[in-house]
């Protein structure tokens, strides 16, 4: 099975940062999405933030993180990452990383539509 590689997670105070790094299986070509996603015990996996690979990709992301998440990059490394400032208990998930199965105009939040998912990483925010 084809999976991602995801790294970078740990256990942080509130208000501190981390990076997550997502080492995709293979070269993404353009128009393809790649995305961070988090699940929290007991609840679904949710969308985190979600990047068109393309020259200027627009990136989206959850309300909850707006403002504080940034994902980004850099595709001759097949590499996603994630920076998270500005942490909060609710942060804490296990993050993970997939692809888009197809090429999209504008990258879908829809769990359905991603491939490669790995294993994920966790991220624990103590108040």
């Known amino acids: 099975q084809v999976q991602s590689l995801e790294s970078g997670g740990g256990s942080v105070q509130s208000g501190e940062s981390l990076r997550l790094t997502c080492l995709a299986p293979?070269?993404?070509?353009?128009?393809?999405?790649q995305g961070w996603f988090r699940q929290a015990p007991g609840k679904k996996r949710e969308a985190v933030a979600v990047?068109?690979?393309?020259?200027?990709?627009?990136?989206q992301y959850a309300d909850s993180v707006k403002g504080r998440f940034t994902i980004f990059e850099d595709n001759a490394k097949n590499t996603l990452y994630l920076q998270m400032n500005s942490l909060k208990p609710e942060d804490t998930a296990m993050y993970y990383c997939?692809?888009?199965?197809?090429?999209?105009?504008?990258?879908?939040?829809?769990?359905?539509?991603?491939?490669?998912w790995g294993q994920g990483t966790q991220v624990t925010v103590s108040s």
């Open positions: 997939a692809r888009s199965k197809y090429t999209w105009e504008n990258c879908p939040a829809d769990l359905n539509r991603y491939q490669f």
């Open positions: 293979t070269y993404t070509r353009n128009g393809y999405c």
């Open positions: 990047l068109k690979i393309a020259d200027n990709g627009a990136a």
